[in-house]
């Protein structure tokens, strides 16, 4: 914190946890809901690394892997290995002043050329790849080849390979979720410390930290506004474990906290809903699910249509495409299904809800077509998907 402060505070606002790998450092996912990128360490590993200096230099390391988001665009690029070397190179840029040691090789020595001087992991990515492509077909591979291979073969890729064992496997809601979170730590670190804290920058670097910065301010995010409304609405329970003894007493059984929340959807199927509308409601209604809610939908127009247990699958087609009453849906969750919070996505376009609701409601509407939409009763966030018009 005192010689660099803004990756002292960058690192002190993200979790970390021990566990013993291949590297002293690497980033990994805490289990939870949602989860939570942390960083793991192997202090045997960290305790061989030789100087203060080699340890700065390798903290800087994964943090500006952070910066950059290179552990969340591993989706896009074919080849693992390659898109890890990309990482590293862009990486070593920025790291020669904490002399951490650069990979054994450089574009320069496989003749690779880097269109411009973009810090696109793409713009180092698309030659890599054309170049292992051409040495494979190659009939007399080259040098090059062979230390392509050494590097995709070593211990050095270890933190690398857990981009694309942990975080790629989750889903885009989930993603979402993390890089959100840590969109804002960098927002409130570069607050906290002023910008004369990254004055010795790279004048390349500080640009693309503060290029990030409208990106990084808040904004109305529907979809970040309906997550936060569903983890508040969330409810635990004590449940017997055998498989962990009590922490307190030392017997079994044990206890251990049990996520559970009941989410009810309310489908507006009227006439004025377009099909890109429900493409944009089920989006989110899956990754709802996929976090470990129960959801269960209910289809309405002027009435109840079908109700269903959301199990994962869009449905082929919904039921309705009358005019528009918001009582029923509610009127049934106070009747019969009592969820900890009711989700109604709609156009806006209907009356007002007469029907007392006894749960936190949150209404997801897209602009209504008749003017400015108002309901008394629950939240509501507009999301801009946009609406056909009707000859």
Request: one cysteine or more.
């Amino acid at each position: 914190m005192l010689d660099d402060p803004f990756w002292g505070h960058l690192l002190s606002g993200i979790p970390k946890c021990t566990a013993p790998g291949s590297s002293a450092l690497s980033w990994s996912i805490e289990n939870g809901t949602p989860p939570n990128l942390q960083l793991s360490i192997d202090p045997d590993k960290w305790a061989q690394l030789d100087s203060m200096e080699a340890k700065k230099a390798q903290l800087q390391h994964e943090l500006l892997h952070l910066l950059f988001q290179h552990p969340f665009e591993t989706n896009h690029f074919h080849f693992p290995h390659l898109y890890d070397l990309a990482c590293d190179w862009i990486i070593e840029e920025f790291t020669i002043q904490l002399h951490n040691p650069p990979t054994s090789f450089s574009p320069a020595s496989l003749a690779i050329e880097v269109a411009g001087t973009s810090r696109q992991v793409a713009s180092y990515y698309q030659p890599l790849e054309q170049f292992w492509l051409e040495e494979i077909q190659a009939y007399k591979p080259q040098v090059g080849l062979q230390m392509l291979k050494e590097y995709k073969a070593s211990t050095s890729r270890y933190p690398h390979q857990l981009w694309h064992q942990a975080i790629a496997k989750l889903s885009q809601g989930e993603k979402d979720i993390i890089q959100a979170g840590i969109d804002q730590l960098l927002l409130s670190t570069l607050q906290r410390v002023g910008p004369a804290a990254i004055s010795h920058w790279p004048a390349a670097l500080r640009l693309i930290l503060e290029g990030r910065q409208p990106n990084l301010k808040p904004a109305i995010n529907w979809r970040r506004i309906l997550r936060l409304f569903v983890g508040r609405n969330k409810k635990t329970r004590l449940k017997n474990t055998l498989r962990r003894p009590s922490k307190r007493y030392g017997t079994t059984p044990g206890i251990r906290i049990q996520q559970q929340q009941k989410l009810l959807v309310a489908l507006d199927t009227s006439a004025s809903i377009q099909a890109i509308q429900f493409d944009s409601f089920f989006a989110e209604i899956y990754h709802l699910w996929k976090l470990g809610a129960e959801v269960h939908i209910i289809e309405c127009d002027t009435k109840i249509r079908r109700e269903y247990p959301y199990l994962g699958q869009r449905p082929s087609f919904v039921e309705g495409r009358g005019g528009s009453c918001f009582d029923p849906p509610i009127d049934w969750a106070n009747q019969v299904y009592h969820p900890d919070a009711i989700l109604y996505f709609t156009d806006g376009d209907g009356p007002r809800l007469q029907v007392k609701s006894r749960y936190p409601l949150l209404w997801i509407h897209s602009q209504s077509q008749r003017g400015q939409w108002v309901q008394e009763q629950g939240i509501s966030i507009e999301i801009p998907v946009p609406v056909v018009q009707k000859n």
